[in-house]
């Protein structure tokens, strides 16, 4: 080969080489100062709870459950700081085992129960336990309310769950919904186990152990602990929920609204229903209506049944009456949950009412 | 449309590759036709009334640029002066007239409260627009013959809802002689596009979801959740602001534009005067060049002084909304200012300069005072009502702790270190881009990639938080 046009070739191949090895360079840079970059941001969001919902676990007895032992902010139609304590639940740390002369009450429900739009001192669970503990009862509330949780979801928690805590009694809060085959079929591709009938009897069925969704959750649980986690979560949800688009193109997206669909059919007791509240029935329990419920369910679960019910349209209604509107949010501009009135309202609704019973038993 | 939100992103994605092709000519036409879109995305009844705006002052300003006569020119001014300010306050101060009139009289004036939409940002153009006939009565400024360069200077969406409030002085021959941005405006404008939102999003609506949910229903709130509601309030204001100002000269530069910087690290100011020369630059500039100098200034002796600081600074309380709370506000940093300028002799300096260890503990305690003197104000601005600070200032007075201490401290504190870490940042460069003194380009790029990562995720997770100042 001609040596100039040799040396020529090795400028050329040694300029290359130099260029290849600054991007690598700059690449490895560019990764490394992007990780702590990062974890610096990462660090940020957690001291800031900014990204720091409610996170849970899977269980393979209950189901999906809230990590015990975090700390919680949730912003939602209202604003709450919280905690899930050692055990599981939101409120204080009442061990398992109860202390004698106690008489312990436990809570069970959905979001209305969780409560997690205001700080746990306005939560009716806190202000029915300091009612009751004004009559010198040493009372104690503790509140298993789970979102999204149905009657199926309740009395497989409570028997999972709530029992070991020996609770002289417990209360059921449940709404129309709750009782629907819908409701309770659709959670069955869920995270959770469910009541069914099997030879006539009722038992729980654990098949979510077997989903794919529970190994998924099972081996990245870690990755919900960080903030980054939950923000990427948080916008797989808002995509599944078909959210996205609306945030994307804010007036540019037409959704479909979709047309209020009458649902004043009657609700059917299906006879695993009937057989949970059967299996209720031999427990110290206590339905509690936290919405309209029809006079069909009514009549079953106080005559056929025959457990006990309080409902709670009863001090709610007046509220309603007297314009107080206990779901209105006036900072989101929206009605949802109960707000700091409903909260009062049904916490005190209830210790009047707990109260009768306790001095009937002569506890 | 907000500049927090992807329809903004998509808008300007969409708005600075076609300027960039069009010829001069149709620039400013497109220029002008995008900041009505811009203004007209929230509602399009409010562009006539920037157009009825545009229209009084290019018309007044060129009258009174073409006479020499001084009644007449005072006519003209005026003319601007009550079509500006009429519009105004018709729309920002009737109600607020009323319910004071009748609460202080007794009378019942239901009949006469009107059921009004503020248009967005119509305090700010509203003083961009009175701004440039002022300057032209005072032969400052010559008159405009271009209208679409006039009514480009009213409505160019970068500052067009909430500043920086521009001078016809600045703007005006730069739309003259407009031309594609430099190497250095882009890649400015780009830094300052993600720094602002990083500040607006991750730190102003971050802080600002708490602060809302405790302002909102304060009565549910023990002291020190009140305290650190304000603490992050604080917080929010600025990081919402000062971002959103990034967010607007960075869009400008990317447009070949360079506005005046709003902000310069107000919170590491020493003296009150000097946190007024640091804060809301384009507003206090504004105040003073055709408020508090036209009063007098501080030529008409000590007491005067005084009363004038007074005087602009309730006016510009007022400036923000109608509600008594600004006015007190914007009094109390008008007692601030009259105190610092009756017990200082001396020229107060443009920043404080610490030499050695004594001086910059001196300096850290003089900032601290300032920080807690300023947040006392923020109580009477984020209260809804005059009510409202009483109960909290209260609940200040009879300390209760919460329940929530240490986190609530340990948020607030993080909030804060982060505030100051990138005011210390600025102020040491001496630059809002002070990401591009990073020589080495990839590590400057991976925390530009990351700053706007996350962003743009947090972004996702729902609507966008409006900006504090778009209500006033």
């Known amino acids: 080969m001609n040596p100039l046009r040799e040396m020529s070739f090795c400028l050329i191949q040694d300029r290359y080489n130099n260029n290849n090895m600054k991007m690598i360079k700059n690449s490895l840079i560019f990764i490394f100062t992007s990780v702590l970059v990062f974890i610096i941001i990462e660090i940020y969001l957690t001291q800031t709870e900014i990204m720091q919902p409610l996170t849970g676990e899977v269980d393979k007895h209950l189901g999906f459950i809230y990590s015990p032992s975090q700390d919680f902010v949730m912003f939602n139609e209202g604003f709450c700081i919280s905690s899930i304590n050692s055990f599981g639940f939101i409120g204080k740390e009442y061990p398992q085992k109860k202390a004698p002369n106690t008489y312990r009450i436990t809570l069970l429900g959905d979001s209305y129960v969780q409560g997690l739009q205001v700080f746990e001192r306005y939560h009716f669970s806190t202000i029915f336990e300091s009612e009751l503990k004004k009559s010198n009862i040493n009372i104690e509330v503790l509140n298993f309310g789970v979102a999204g949780h149905n009657l199926s979801d309740m009395y497989c928690y409570y028997q999972n769950k709530v029992v070991k805590f020996q609770p002289d009694l417990t209360l059921f809060f449940i709404c129309e919904n709750d009782l629907k085959e819908k409701t309770i079929t659709e959670k069955r591709n869920e995270l959770y186990p469910y009541a069914e009938i099997q030879n006539d009897s009722l038992i729980i069925n654990y098949d979510f152990t077997k989903n794919v969704k529970y190994k998924i959750y099972s081996n990245t649980k870690f990755l919900f602990n960080l903030s980054f986690g939950r923000l990427v979560n948080k916008m797989y949800i808002n995509i599944q929920k078909k959210q996205a688009f609306s945030i994307l193109f804010d007036k540019f997206y037409f959704s479909k609204t979709k047309q209020q669909i009458s649902q004043k059919k009657e609700i059917d007791i299906t006879n695993t229903t009937e057989l949970i509240f059967e299996e209720l029935k031999k427990q110290e329990i206590i339905i509690v209506y936290r919405d309209t419920i029809n006079q069909e369910i009514n009549d079953f679960i106080t005559t056929k049944i025959g457990i006990q019910k309080i409902d709670l349209n009863d001090t709610l209604n007046i509220l309603k009456q007297n314009n107080e509107k206990p779901n209105y949010w006036k900072i989101t501009k929206q009605n949802g949950h109960w707000n700091h009135k409903g909260h009062k309202a049904v916490g005190e609704f209830l210790s009047n009412k707990i109260t009768n019973i306790i001095d009937e038993m002569d506890f | ?472």
Request: with cysteine; net charge positive.
């Open chain 2, 1 to 472: 449309m907000l500049f927090n939100s992807f329809i903004f992103l998509f808008f300007l994605g969409i708005v600075v590759p076609i300027y960039f092709k069009l010829n001069k000519k149709w620039k400013k036409t497109f220029l002008l036709i995008s900041s009505y879109v811009f203004y007209g995305y929230w509602d399009w009844r409010f562009s006539f009334l920037l157009l009825i705006s545009t229209i009084v002052d290019f018309w007044v300003g060129q009258k009174i640029d073409a006479t020499t006569h001084p009644k007449r020119r005072k006519y003209l001014l005026l003319i601007s002066l009550l079509v500006n300010l009429g519009v105004l306050g018709f729309f920002k101060y009737f109600n607020f007239f009323v319910d004071s009139f009748q609460s202080s009289f007794g009378a019942n004036l239901d009949f006469l409260h009107l059921n009004i939409i503020l248009p967005v940002g119509i305090s700010f153009y509203t003083f961009q627009t009175l701004s440039y006939t002022i300057d032209i009565y005072r032969r400052k400024l010559k008159s405009t013959k271009s209208f679409i360069d006039f009514a480009i200077f009213v409505s160019f969406f970068p500052q067009l809802v909430a500043g920086p409030i521009e001078r016809a002085v600045n703007l005006l021959p730069q739309i003259k002689n407009i031309k594609l941005p430099t190497k250095i405006q882009l890649k400015e404008g780009i830094v300052l596009i993600i720094y602002g939102l990083f500040k607006k999003v991750m730190i102003g609506d971050a802080t600002g979801k708490y602060v809302d949910n405790i302002f909102g229903n304060i009565e549910h709130y023990n002291s020190t959740e009140l305290m650190f509601a304000l603490v992050l309030f604080s917080v929010q204001i600025y990081a919402d602001f000062s971002g959103y100002s990034n967010i607007a000269r960075g869009t400008a530069k990317l447009l070949g534009f360079e506005l005046m910087k709003n902000f310069e690290q107000p919170y590491l100011s020493a003296n009150i005067t000097e946190f007024w020369r640091r804060w809301h630059i384009s507003l206090s500039s504004w105040l003073k060049d055709y408020l508090y100098i036209p009063l007098g200034g501080n030529r008409l002796g000590k007491f005067r002084t005084y009363i004038n600081l007074l005087l602009t600074m309730l006016i510009g309380g007022l400036w923000h909304g109608a509600n008594w709370n600004f006015v007190i506000w914007g009094g109390l940093h008008g007692i601030y200012l009259a105190v610092h300028k009756l017990t200082t002799n001396k020229k107060i300096a443009e920043k404080y300069k610490h030499v050695n260890l004594r001086s910059f503990v001196v300096f850290l305690f003089k900032i601290i005072v300032i920080y807690l003197l300023v947040l006392l104000t923020w109580l009477f601005f984020r209260t809804s009502d005059f009510n409202e600070s009483l109960f909290f200032l209260d609940k200040l007075i009879n300390w209760e702790w919460s329940e929530y201490t240490i986190r609530l401290v340990i948020i607030a504190t993080t909030f804060l270190i982060v505030t100051i870490f990138f005011d210390i940042l600025e102020y040491r460069t001496k630059s809002h881009v002070f990401f591009l003194k990073i020589k080495n380009k990839a590590v400057r790029n991976a925390i530009l990639f990351c700053l706007f990562t996350t962003t743009l995720m947090y972004m996702f997770q729902g609507k966008p938080m409006p900006f504090v100042y778009f209500q006033f």
